[in-house]
């Protein structure tokens, strides 16, 4: 592999981290407003409605959580989500 050819790879890299960092934020933003729409909707409905996995929509909701953007009300089943900041 030569120089140029290892730059390239480098910013390809570069590039796709760039990319999904953003789509994660967009579809954290999403997540945020569905919920402020609806906060007892589920894991399930979130998935659905974002396009992304369950697992996803759980890694998202908790890192918003660690950030103190969102929090859980009540228990798992009959609670609900409460946006605390928004991000926008």
């Known amino acids: 592999m030569n120089v140029t050819q290892n730059v390239t790879q480098n910013e390809l ?5 760039k990319t999904a960092q953003k789509t994660a934020q967009k579809t954290a933003q999403k997540i945020i407003e569905l919920i402020k ?19 996803g929509v759980k890694w998202q909701l908790n890192q918003l959580k660690n950030k103190g953007i969102i929090k859980r009300v009540g228990p798992d089943r009959g609670g609900h989500w409460e946006v605390i900041e928004s991000r926008e």
């Open 13 to 17: 890299v570069e590039t796709a981290q």
């Open 37 to 55: 729409g609806n906060g007892a909707i589920t894991r399930g409905e979130l998935a659905a409605k974002v396009g992304i996995t369950e697992r």
